[in-house]
């Protein structure tokens, strides 16, 4: 399961990376979700997809889970959920300012 997770993850990456080099900037903004759903799998693969039960002391219980990847990742989800609305209003501003969205014409020109 963590061969699948981890190729999930490079695909995830790859097409992050892939939106990212793109000239749009909503492709670069889902380039850039893509990239931190990417992390998230990575993180939660990092720490071993084992089943057992809570991390709640008891006595007939041997196997737990370890709870901080999921900490992790959610506390990632809600950072990468305030970056992606960030971008998603600059860009809106940005695309209803200079009336484009495509990086190239949003740089200018050095001779005007």
């Known amino acids: 399961m963590e061969i699948i997770m981890s190729i999930l993850s490079g695909i995830l990456f790859t097409t992050g990376i892939y939106n ?11 380039g850039t979700a ?10 939660l693969t990092m720490g071993k997809l084992k089943r057992g039960a809570p991390p ?9 889970t370890d709870p901080l990847p999921q ?9 990468s959920f305030g970056v992606t609305s960030l971008l998603l209003v600059l860009a809106y501003r ?3 300012r200079n009336e484009t969205d495509n990086m ?9």
């Not at 893509?34 to 993180?43: C, N, R, V």
């Not at 900490?71 to 809600?78: D, E, G, H, K, R």
């Not at 190239?104 to 005007?112: T, V």
């Open 20 to 30: 990212l080099l793109q000239k749009q900037l909503l492709r670069i903004i889902i």
């Open 34 to 43: 893509l990239i931190s759903h990417g992390a998230h799998l990575f993180i």
């Open 56 to 64: 709640i002391l008891e006595y007939d219980i041997s196997q737990y």
């Open 71 to 79: 900490a992790l990742i959610l506390t990632s989800i809600v950072i």
């Open 94 to 96: 940005v695309s209803k």
């Open 104 to 112: 190239d014409l949003l740089r200018g020109n050095e001779n005007e």
